[in-house]
């Protein structure tokens, strides 16, 4: 996966992550959360997660399936096995 795809999705589980493990310690307490808490928790949860699927469903990926960007598969003498660099997304009907 590339480095960018990877730092949205660590970035999106960290904000996720905090926001379900402070929820969790609260209502284990038995304490009482803010009404702005109560608003702001499903965005906490909801937008990073569509953020990590957008990321992961929308990188693009070569004829060999694996995604753009990786350094291409080489025989020994150096040249490219393929030969081609068809790019397209994991949702195209053409994978189907």
């Known amino acids: 996966m590339p480095k960018f795809f990877k ?3 660590c970035i999106c589980a960290l904000v996720s992550g ?3 493990a402070v ?3 609260i209502v284990a307490g ?4 803010h009404e702005w808490w109560n608003e702001l928790y499903p965005y906490l949860l909801g937008i990073p997660a569509g953020a990590a699927f957008v990321a992961k469903f ?3 990926y070569g004829k060999d399936g694996e995604p ?3 350094k291409p598969k080489t025989d020994a ?3 490219a096995v393929d030969g081609k660099s068809i790019a397209n997304t ?3 009907k053409d994978d189907f």
């Open 68 to 70: 753009v960007g990786r």
């Open 90 to 92: 994991i949702l195209d």
């Open 18 to 20: 905090t926001a379900l």
């Open 30 to 33: 038995g304490g009482v959360t």
């Open 58 to 60: 929308t990188q693009t």
């Open 7 to 9: 730092v949205i999705l």
């Open 77 to 79: 003498s150096g040249t």
């Open 23 to 25: 929820n969790t310690a």
